[in-house]
Nanobody, 113 residues
Framework: QVQLVESGGGLVQAGGSLRLSCVASGSILGIFRMGWYRQAPGKQRELVAIIINGRTNYADSVKGRFTISRGDTKTAFLQMNNLKPEDTAVYYC?????????WGQGTQVTVSS
């Protein structure tokens, strides 16, 4: 089992920045991909960014503003700059292993206009 804990969410004005952190614990060997997803009220959960062996991929809506990174085998970060009201959502950390993927409990990001 893998447990994921996110932190760093909060309330910020448009144009501001936040840095989300995700820490994995438990049986973390075998995690080959980590990513961030988000879910706004009334909408489906969507991919924000993923990182695999140092390679990254981003949703078009966040390209140039968000940066995903790995600190070590058990941490992942999402630096969010120039935040917009439409970025308001619950952000979830995801870790993928060959047979299963895991989710954190989510952290709320609210961007005021």
């Amino acid at each position: 089992q893998v447990q994921l804990v996110e932190s760093g969410g909060g309330l910020v004005q448009a144009g501001g920045s936040l840095r989300l952190s995700c820490v994995a614990s438990g049986s973390i060997l075998g995690i080959f991909r980590m990513g961030w997803y988000r879910q706004a009220p009334g909408k489906q959960r969507e991919l924000v960014a993923i990182i695999i062996n140092g390679r990254t991929n981003y949703a078009d809506s966040v390209k140039g503003r968000f940066t995903i990174s790995r600190g070590d085998t058990k941490t992942a970060f999402l630096q969010m700059n120039n935040l917009k009201p439409e970025d308001t959502a619950v952000y979830y950390c995801n870790a993928q292993m060959p047979a299963k993927d895991y989710w954190g409990q989510g952290t709320q990001v609210t961007v005021s206009s």
